[in-house]
């Protein structure tokens, strides 16, 4: 059975940091893109970041705090966040499928394989 299972989240002071884990099981992450996004309160899904077999991407908002990361032979992906604000309190989600690729992966496109989400709240 093909799941994503993710980790990680939690509370966090303004400042502080995070990693959150993407464990693939049912298929093999080698190849794959995976995305990370994240739905806030009342506002829609966005996209943090994405890395792609040898290379990573990062929306406007992340980028110099947020780190993405895999290791294959634990079949695995990682978000690491740093220097954490309020705003950044949401639920992150990963997702790939084999047909999907860090090229629009900020249009939030159908991805057929989704992690369950991780809470992340940032407050003093």
């Known amino acids: 059975q093909v799941q994503l299972a993710e980790s990680g989240g939690g509370l966090v002071q303004p400042g502080g940091s995070l990693r959150l884990s993407c464990k693939a099981s049912g298929f093999n992450l080698d190849y794959y893109s995976i995305g990370w996004f994240r739905q806030a309160p009342g506002k829609e899904r966005e996209g943090v970041a994405c890395?792609?077999?040898?290379?990573?991407f990062y929306a406007d908002s992340f980028k110099g705090r947020f780190t993405v990361s895999r290791d294959n032979a634990e079949n695995t992906a990682y978000l690491q966040m740093n220097s954490l604000k309020p705003e950044d309190t949401a639920v992150y989600y990963c997702?790939?499928?084999?047909?999907?690729?860090?090229?629009?992966?900020?249009?939030?496109?159908?991805?057929?394989?989704w992690g369950q989400g991780a809470q992340v709240t940032v407050s003093s």
């Open positions: 890395i792609g077999y040898s290379d990573s």
């Open positions: 997702a790939t499928d084999p047909a999907f690729t860090c090229h629009n992966y900020l249009h939030i496109p159908e991805i057929d394989y």
